[in-house]
């Protein structure tokens, strides 16, 4: 049984971490209040581009850019794995690692070829051990207070440049979507080729006429590669959202689980000091009744 001494230096050790954990707890509160905006106004560009991407499309099927319709084989697949740069955050890059784990291990049993690039240095870390023969790139955005279009972009073109020199066939982003502070939705999202829903939008275009100017194909070979930088800007920005709000109620967690131990400690601390009062008059009325 432990000392009185160990006791308290136990109680001061946890009230520390508890300081710590609500500090984060605050600073994960409030940096999730920016980071959310930034995902929910990002939210109606994504979809617009993909809305005006369709209409286009859909009167253009004979589009041949191979960002739209693929090379031509299926066989070799780039995993885009996005997670965060730190740590203390629950299950927030686990369930992303997890669902990638499980697409990456289907993709190899169906005897395909598969490259991983992760952005986020938590996620690579998960995935060394287990597919570190299949890394193949990382992207370090730990120096970035707010991730911006431009990194996107720059991540983008790195895509785009790899599937045009024939390294890979299909490329998929995998992220957390935000939902909430406690709920955040694993995603993936096809990058190349993009996936378009022409029979839906055909209803919709097929009693409207537009002139387009310049061409429709020009208009989709300029497109295409800014939907991919939306697709991949917008999957960051649910990551930061996810990742705060991950944040915060795992540190809310940790907080409220200290304090539970605190008040356990404490008591033990109590009925420990108690029992050791009550030995101290036992032994001094033993003595004076020897007398």
């Known amino acids: 049984m432990p000392n009185l001494k160990d006791l308290k ?5 946890v009230k520390s971490t508890r300081k710590i954990t609500k500090a984060m707890q605050m600073v994960a509160a409030a940096k999730l209040r920016k980071a959310q905006e930034a995902a929910e106004q990002a939210r109606p560009y994504a979809e617009k ?7 286009i499309t859909s009167t253009n099927l004979s589009s041949d850019s191979p960002l739209l319709i693929g090379n031509g084989n299926n066989k070799t697949h780039l995993i885009v794995i996005a997670t ?17 784990k499980s697409h990456l291990n289907n993709l190899l049993s169906d005897g395909n070829n598969i490259k991983i690039l992760t952005i986020g240095k938590k996620g690579r870390e998960q995935l ?12 370090d955005l730990s120096d970035l207070k707010t991730v911006s279009y431009e990194n996107a972009s720059n991540i983008s073109e790195n895509i785009i440049s790899k599937f045009f020199k024939n390294e890979f066939n299909i490329a998929t982003i995998f992220y957390n979507q ?9 995603k993936a999202s096809q990058l190349i080729p993009i996936e378009t829903k022409k029979g839906e939008v055909e209803i919709q275009t097929s009693t409207s006429n537009f002139l387009y100017e310049p061409d429709e194909q020009e208009i989709i070979e300029d497109l295409l590669p800014k939907v991919i930088t939306t ?3 917008t999957a960051l920005l649910e990551n930061g959202a996810s990742e705060q709000g ?3 109620s795992a540190m809310d967690n940790a907080t409220r689980n200290a304090g539970e131990m605190i008040d356990k400690l404490t008591i033990q601390f109590n009925r420990s000091r108690q029992a050791a009062i009550t030995n101290e008059l036992i032994e001094i009325i033993s003595g004076a009744e020897a007398l």
């Open 246 to 248: 991950a944040r915060m």
């Open 231 to 233: 697709k991949i800007f």
């Open 84 to 100: 965060s740069e730190r740590g203390l955050c629950g299950a927030f890059n686990s369930s992303i690692v997890r669902q990638a």
């Open 128 to 139: 060394k051990r287990e597919f570190g023969q299949y890394l193949i790139e990382h992207v």
């Open 9 to 13: 230096n136990r109680i001061e050790s």
């Open 178 to 186: 935000f939902e909430s502070v406690i709920s955040q939705t694993p």
């Open 49 to 55: 581009m993909s809305t005006v991407m369709e209409k």
